[in-house]
């Protein structure tokens, strides 16, 4: 019984001891959280978190952020089109030779023709301006007739040239300056010279849904025809 009691003290007092050393842990409370924090490594840098800002979602990692204006980037443009392209006006003629041209294109129903109202010069006219009246267009015939000048028409039909005189038509306009240089000699100094129009049938050329490479070959077609415009249409 001695022995029992012998070796219970020493168990206990040996229980004592480790508790005492720490060997088995505190159980004081006032070591369990500044000491866990004190002991964690790096423990300054910690940083306490509002509620809302523990509650938001997380932003996304950098990399992903990098990566997705890259592969907006990297994305390709779409082709360039271009929707309806018109060259014009052709005489019969020009028409003609541009359709030879551009019928290597091979556009099929892409391609159209419509007829647009147009003007030719036909001849060139010397011509002393509008006198306002026919007694204003008889004075002024007589002075011509006082230069020597008697081949001259007055015009009295419903034109913008009412009441003015006609001093020759030409075919071109090199004749026509001819003949104003030589009045100019004889003493006429207010005549001019102007063409004269007659109505004409033109054409126009349509292209539709040309991509870029087209666009460039029709481009370099129309340089054979400097004259003519090329130019969007609807």
């Not at 089109?81 to 541009?98: I, K």
Request: glycine letters at 6%; aromatic letters at 8%.
């Amino acid at each position: 019984m001695l022995k029992f009691v012998f070796w219970l003290l020493a168990g206990v007092n040996l229980l004592v001891l480790a508790i005492g050393q720490g060997y088995l842990g505190s159980f004081r409370t006032e070591t369990r959280e500044p000491a866990r924090l004190k002991n964690q490594l790096q423990a300054n840098k910690l940083t306490l978190l509002t509620q809302a800002q523990a509650t938001a979602p997380a932003a996304p990692p950098a990399s992903e952020e990098a990566a997705t204006p890259a592969a907006a980037a990297a994305a390709p443009a779409p082709p360039t089109s271009y929707a309806c392209t018109e060259v014009g006006n052709f005489l019969l003629a020009d028409g003609r030779r541009f359709e030879a041209q551009v019928a290597a294109l091979d556009l099929g129903d892409r391609q159209s023709r419509r007829n647009v109202a147009g003007q030719d010069i036909s001849s060139y006219m010397v011509y002393i301006p509008p006198q306002g009246s026919k007694e204003g267009a008889d004075r002024k015939a007589g002075e011509l007739k006082q230069l020597g000048v008697t081949n001259y028409f007055i015009m009295n039909e419903s034109s913008p040239l009412r009441w003015g005189i006609s001093l020759g038509v030409f075919k071109s306009e090199t004749s026509a300056q001819s003949q104003l240089a030589s009045l100019n000699k004889q003493g006429v100094h207010s005549a001019r010279v102007a063409p004269r129009y007659s109505a004409s049938k033109q054409f126009a050329y349509q292209f539709r849904d040309l991509d870029a490479a087209t666009r460039a070959r029709l481009e370099k077609i129309k340089t054979q025809f400097p004259e003519q415009e090329l130019r969007s249409c609807k």
